[in-house]
């Protein structure tokens, strides 16, 4: 079985800075996808970022970029120019290639600081 | 294009009760997820609902179930209700037809159960 590990419960940074969020996970498979869901306070799930495992190159979506180590199985989320709208907790989301199921960590509360 | 809708927003129920929460799916999913996020947790998937069959199932117990009608849309049953039941449930919808599984989930807002 697939795990997912986040060990950040809470993280803060000053608007307009950067931050990272960190996630490992766990697997024996070859071809997956990793996620970065948003969650404010209105429970909604928001995808930020996608990666397919067989791609090399790291996804990007404007402020939002990860860093994807396929070897040491890791996935940290790098938000740039932070806004007060990023405010949310952020779950790193794993699913199996062929599969719809995500198997979620236990999450970061990103708060930005004005 | 309507999202992901679920119904009821919150709601509270007693120990030892039955509870049925809905789904609706965005347009043009066939595939239908449920997730339990207690409070303070990632979301811990349920079960998964395609073509009208339970296609996977997760960690739960028989007390929970569901049902995916022709239109799609779904629901998630509880019976037995326990304190431990307290949580958001999360519906997910996604097109499974013409994909690979790498389709694009979309969560609802959730529905808050309450079990006193």
């Known amino acids: 079985a697939q795990t997912v590990t986040q060990s950040q419960p809470e993280m803060s940074v000053q608007e307009a800075e950067t931050v990272t969020l960190s996630c490992t996970y766990d697997?024996?498979?070859?071809?997956?996808?990793l996620f970065w869901y948003k969650q404010p306070p209105s429970r909604q799930m928001i995808l930020v970022i996608r990666?397919?495992?067989?791609?090399?190159q790291n996804a990007t979506e404007n402020r939002f970029s990860v860093n994807f180590q396929k070897a040491a199985k890791s996935f940290s989320l790098k938000i740039s120019d932070s806004q007060l709208g990023d405010a949310a907790m952020y779950f790193c989301a794993y699913r199996s290639f062929g599969n719809e199921k995500l198997t979620f960590g236990t999450g970061t509360r990103l708060t930005i600081i004005p | 294009d309507a999202g992901v809708t679920q119904s009821p927003t919150h709601l509270i129920k007693t120990r030892g009760q039955q509870v049925t929460l809905r789904c609706s799916p965005k347009s043009g999913h066939d595939t239908v997820s449920w997730y339990q996020q207690a409070l303070g947790q990632g979301p811990q998937f349920i079960f998964q609902?395609?073509?009208?069959?339970?296609?996977q199932r997760g960690n739960f117990p028989d007390r929970f179930s569901g049902h995916q009608f022709p239109n799609y849309s779904s629901e998630l049953n509880v019976n037995a209700l326990l304190l431990g039941d307290s949580a958001l449930y999360l519906c997910?919808?996604?097109?499974?037809?013409?994909?690979?599984?790498?389709?694009?989930?979309?969560f609802g807002e959730g529905s808050w159960l309450t079990v006193v």
């Open positions: 990666q397919e495992a067989y791609k090399q």
């Open positions: 609902y395609y073509e009208e069959e339970e296609r």
């Open positions: 697997t024996s498979e070859s071809d997956y996808y």
């Open positions: 997910a919808s996604s097109l499974e037809k013409g994909g690979v599984g790498g389709n694009t989930i979309y």
